[in-house]
């Protein structure tokens, strides 16, 4: 059991390493970065009621309006998107995106937080604009 626990950072260490090789190797076949402070525009799907979202409490939306690089569309109007409500207090919270799908792939993104109180209207069909906070590889 000692040895186990003993091993355990080292495991982790191995996997997350794996893990970065593979990506890497991902982006060496071909795709484009997407830079930090990318603007990702959305449309909500369904109204987020910011007085009785859970924290925690999911969101889904559609990418707006396309994103491209150097004239080349990497993520298409209407790819599909998904957030999480993040609330700091009953009346005060955040939405973050925190996905989204292209060619049938999802992607984990960071994105800064959009904050909201009990005031705010977030009905189906309201934009925002989240902007990355990590630089995104989406592959070809």
């Known amino acids: 059991m000692r040895l186990l626990r003993k091993s355990c950072p080292a495991i982790t260490l191995v996997f997350l390493l794996s893990v970065a090789s593979s990506v890497e190797g991902a982006n060496s076949r071909g795709g484009t970065t997407l830079p930090v402070m990318t603007a990702l525009t959305v449309k909500l799907d369904d109204a987020v009621n910011p007085r009785t979202a859970p924290n925690g409490s999911g ?3 559609s990418i707006k309006d396309p994103v491209q690089i150097d004239g080349v569309t990497v993520i298409p109007a209407n790819a599909s998107a998904a957030g999480l ?5 009953t009346s ?4 973050e995106l925190n996905s989204v799908f ?3 792939r999802m992607y984990r993104v ?3 937080p959009i904050p909201f109180t009990q005031r705010t209207k977030l009905h189906a069909g309201a934009t925002m ?4 906070v ?3 590889s989406i592959a070809r």
């Not at 604009?129 to 990355?132: C, E, Q, R, S």
């Open 85 to 89: 409500v993040n609330k700091e207090s």
């Open 134 to 136: 990590l630089s995104l």
């Open 102 to 104: 292209v060619n049938g």
């Open 110 to 112: 960071t994105t800064s």
């Open 59 to 61: 969101f889904t939306a």
């Open 129 to 132: 604009t989240f902007h990355l």
């Open 92 to 95: 005060n919270g955040e939405l």
